[in-house]
């Protein structure tokens, strides 16, 4: 028998995936708004309850506000860039494209946190990281997308700033050698959220259809008898 703690009425289950569909990687659109304390904190802690490979909880959060800290970030992204333009020097086009993009907002959002790994939390054995050692890392990825769906409720957009150094980071802010910087993320409240991605909504890239991505039983198997149903599901998706 389900219980109040075990399940989801209707409106719940529509918010999460109301959550998880309009979430947007936002680089613009940020306003002059204050993140409240109390906000804040309960994205912080939904991040912290991420599942994490043998409990092992390896990530850090460093919040930053301050603004000579977050220039030196934003001279860091502008060098990467200039060097992530210059490997398009054979596709102009695509460079013209790239140029014109806005990824990131590191000055203008209220906010910016940097989410770390650090792999020697716990001690060198961790249970379930014997086998596959980025499941450390992978735990790091899970605590982000709890803060950037908590952010999305919370009516605060998130952008994940990758074109970074990780070395610079380390320098900016007192990262541990051992300890890993794996996102640099930019929250602040916003005047609208795209109703696409922006990448896609600039012809950057299309999403994949679904049926592109499922396999059944093995790699080679796209379509099976066995998963009739559910492969009529999927092709019903990609037709919206």
Request: with cysteine; hydrophobic share 40%.
């Amino acid at each position: 028998m389900s219980t109040d703690l075990d399940s989801f009425t209707f409106t719940e289950k529509e918010g999460l995936y109301k959550a998880v569909f309009s979430r947007r990687d936002v680089r613009s659109h940020y306003i002059d708004k204050k993140i409240p304390d109390d906000v804040l904190v309960k994205i912080l802690n939904a991040a912290h309850h991420a599942p994490s490979v043998g409990y092992s909880q390896p990530w850090d959060f460093i919040i930053i506000k301050n603004k000579a800290t977050r220039l030196k970030v934003k001279n860091s992204f502008i060098l990467e860039r200039e060097k992530s333009i210059s490997l398009l020097d054979n596709d102009l086009d695509k460079q013209d494209k790239y140029i014109k993009l806005k990824l990131e907002g590191i000055l203008e959002s209220d906010i910016n946190i940097c989410v770390t790994y650090d792999p020697e939390r716990f001690g060198p054995f961790i249970l379930g990281r014997t086998s596959i050692p980025e499941t450390g890392e992978y735990s790091v990825c899970c605590a982000i997308q709890n803060l950037w769906l908590t952010a999305r409720a919370e009516g605060i957009g998130v952008g994940w700033v990758s074109i970074l150094s990780i070395d610079d980071l380390r320098k900016i802010l007192g990262i541990p050698n051992h300890v890993k910087p794996i996102a640099y993320l930019c929250l602040g409240y916003v005047n609208k959220f795209e109703d696409r991605p922006d990448l896609e909504r600039v012809g950057w890239l299309k999403r994949t259809i679904l049926s592109k991505v499922i396999h059944f039983e093995d790699w080679n198997n796209t379509e099976l008898s066995s998963w009739y149903n559910i492969n009529k599901m999927i092709q019903n998706l990609n037709d919206r």
